[in-house]
């Protein structure tokens, strides 16, 4: 399996909050990805980072920001949590895009008040 | 931009029998690659089976395989045999071949009957 770790595994906050999600790899892969995973709508992409302190934004990035300062570390920030974004949150890695698959960490449960 | 669409939210099959999942996309591209993905309870994203767009011959892996129609932008999922563990929730996802995000459908959830 390939190592990827995210922290916490699950969170209740309130709403107003700062919220901070970590994905840690030890695969020393290019791409990681942040998805959030809710009824009715598989898997979105909210943020990606294609190296070090390259990143952009996904198809609903509004109210997250993202931060890759080191290879192994995506972390996925809420800036002010409100309650649409109570979701299962995953981070996925891989290492060359085309038919590599992407490789998924345990989710996070994130539920906010 | 491209869609992915699962249309059956639910599908039981009586275990040891055979059962497809369906899966449809709309894109404009001629080059893409597309996966299934099984998640467990665990929740847990793993990796069925994935198939290239360049290629003619369907993508087989043990039980699971696809019928790939490029021309109907259709892309199902067939598990032979079922067994117990096969129950899961099932995601079809698209990618470009220029790389870039995972696009998945909405997902079928898949119980087993023994």
């Known amino acids: 399996d390939a190592g990827i770790t995210q922290s916490p595994r699950h969170k209740v906050t309130e709403t107003g909050t700062p919220v901070t999600l970590r994905c840690h790899q030890t695969?020393?892969?290019?791409?990681m990805y942040w998805y959030r995973q809710d009824p009715g709508h598989g898997l979105r992409l909210i943020h990606y980072s294609y190296g070090v302190k390259d990143t952009d934004k996904g198809e609903v990035s509004d109210g997250y920001s993202v931060s890759r300062s080191k290879t192994e570390d995506f972390l996925l920030t809420l800036e002010s949590a409100t309650s649409s974004q109570t979701s299962v949150y995953f981070c996925?890695?891989?290492?060359?895009?085309?038919?590599?698959?992407?490789?998924f960490g345990d989710g996070t449960r994130l539920s906010i008040l | 931009a491209q869609t992915v669409t699962q249309s059956q939210p639910e599908m039981s099959v009586q275990e040891a029998e055979t059962v497809t999942l369906s899966c449809t996309y709309d894109t404009s591209e001629s080059d893409y690659y597309l996966f299934w993905y099984k998640q467990p309870p665990s929740r847990q994203m793993i990796l069925v089976i994935r198939q290239e767009a360049y290629k003619q011959q369907n993508a087989t892996e043990n039980r699971f395989s696809v019928n790939f129609q490029k021309a109907a932008k259709s892309f199902s999922l067939k598990i032979s045999d079922s067994q117990l563990g096969d129950a899961a929730m099932y995601f079809c996802a698209y990618r470009s071949a220029f790389g870039g995000k995972l696009i998945f459908g909405q997902g079928t959830e898949l119980s087993v009957k023994p």
């Open positions: 996925a890695i891989n290492d060359r895009e085309g038919n590599q698959p992407q490789h």
């Open positions: 695969e020393n892969h290019r791409y």
